[in-house]
């Protein structure tokens, strides 16, 4: 009787707050108050704006890895990608210079460009995990070389530059507002919204999950494994894709490093929210938080100047160590 006593208001609490799928918004929330704490102009309207255009970028692509991660893959290739995709972008816009101007047109042409590049190199990543049977680290780790490899290439070891005249015709992709909200803000909630219909409310998603969970059931259960998993890395592909382009016109140009560390980054957006590293279980409702998060731990350092900026690298590997530490201490209470 005393011991009931006792573990009912505990269970009673643990229902009331679900630190596992609360957690991430409540830290979010404490780094607010954190932030406002040590410089009142963090809730300024010009850093939120900032804060959550910045935070687009990799909210974008980590709204893809949740996909790949839930069923049970990883890709390291993203950051590369994403320079390859913008520096053929460039490529080809200023090529067109001369026959369709420096109008609109061009614009979306290398746009298009810049999705069905983002489409191939997801289904290359998936093509060899699933039918190369190669493990998805081992293949990204490749692809990504490759994708570096091939824009400093491109490149010629400098920068690709684009034309001046385009720019200022790209320039609002990033820079313009729809009722006061940034263009790549938009971008970020149409993708997420996407993002969470197909993961929770699609046999998309379910299969996903499941796949995740046991890929060997997952056969049994007469789930064609190989084509959802390329699909996760398509969508991947996809949301790299999109990024790149709202991403091409902040600074007109792309080189090697473009894109540097995207990767860890979109895959601690990802561990942060709450989707489990091995697969089986994502929320991409936790992705968007956990991107948030990120943008808002690095911004925290800009303003305070607690940690060098060049450390950010080591915040973000940190973090992704702490995450991946819980989620196997709960796993094993469960």
Request: charge should be neutral; aromatic fraction near 10%.
């Amino acid at each position: 009787m005393p011991e009931t006593s006792v573990e009912a208001p505990n269970a009673e609490l643990k229902r009331k707050i679900d630190l596992k799928l609360y957690g991430p918004a409540i830290a979010l929330v404490l780094l607010c108050l954190i932030g406002f704490s040590l410089n009142s102009a963090f809730l300024s309207e010009g850093n939120i704006t900032n804060l959550l255009t910045r935070s687009a970028f990799i909210g974008i692509i980590a709204v893809g890895a949740t996909f790949v991660i839930t069923s049970g893959g990883i890709d390291l290739s993203v950051g590369s990608m994403a320079a390859v995709i913008a520096g053929v972008m460039i490529i080809l816009m200023n090529a067109l210079v001369d026959t369709l101007g420096t109008g609109s047109l061009t614009v979306i042409v290398g746009a298009v460009c810049a999705i069905l590049l983002g489409l191939g190199a997801g289904f290359a990543n998936g093509f060899l995990t699933t039918k190369g049977k190669i493990e998805a680290f081992i293949v990204t780790l490749g692809t990504m070389g490759i994708f570096r490899s091939l824009v400093t290439y491109f490149a010629d070891g400098g920068t690709l530059s684009l034309n001046f005249d385009i720019r200022n015709t790209y320039r609002p992709v990033y820079y313009d507002t729809i009722l006061w909200v940034p263009i790549p803000v938009w971008v970020f909630i149409f993708v997420a919204a996407g993002g969470w219909f197909l993961m929770n409310r699609t046999t998309f998603g379910r299969y996903c999950t499941a796949i995740g969970s046991n890929e060997n059931v997952a056969q049994y259960s007469a789930i064609n494994v190989d084509r959802i998993k390329t699909w996760t890395y398509m969508i991947q592909g996809v949301c790299v894709a999109l990024a790149t382009v709202i991403y091409v016109p902040r600074l007109g140009s792309a080189s090697s490093s473009t894109g540097v560390l995207w990767e860890l980054e979109a895959i601690a957006a990802v561990i942060i929210g709450g989707t489990v590293l091995k697969g089986g279980y994502g929320r991409i409702g936790g992705t968007i938080i956990g991107a948030l998060i990120l943008t808002t731990i690095g911004n925290i350092l800009n303003f305070t100047d607690l940690i060098s900026n060049y450390l950010n690298g080591t915040m973000q590997g940190l973090i992704i160590i702490v995450a991946v530490w819980l989620q196997r201490g709960g796993a094993a209470k469960d």
